[in-house]
């Protein structure tokens, strides 16, 4: 629980405002989802936390789960292109040294 700037009563830790005196919380966190890429970077790197963030924050905090659910997916994609194409080397590998 946060406390009121104005006068000091115990409020939510996310209000705006006041519901004693009214007052605006100049300190209180309202809607911070900037979407960075670090966390796209983070759920590329690490597919399991990306698809975790991304259920976690889809409703609080889309754009941000939007970003992370993202880097997941490529990374995902991008892992089973890899391994499609060692199959393919793979094979074909094989039907040369027949």
């Known amino acids: 629980m946060a406390y009121c700037n104005n006068c000091g009563a ?3 830790d996310k209000a705006v405002i006041c519901p004693f005196c009214g007052v605006e919380q100049k300190n209180a966190v309202v809607g911070t989802d900037s979407g960075s ?3 796209g970077a983070l759920g590329f790197c690490i597919p399991l936390v ?3 963030l991304f259920l976690v924050w889809k409703d609080s905090k889309p754009k941000t789960a939007k970003i992370a659910g ?3 997916l490529i990374s995902v994609i991008i892992g089973i292109l890899f391994y499609v ?3 393919i080397i793979g ?3 094989a039907m040369a040294g027949v």
């Open 91 to 93: 094979v074909m590998g």
């Open 85 to 87: 194409v060692m199959f």
């Open 10 to 12: 115990q409020i939510d």
């Open 37 to 39: 890429i670090l966390w």
């Open 50 to 52: 990306g698809l975790i």
């Open 70 to 72: 993202k880097g997941a």
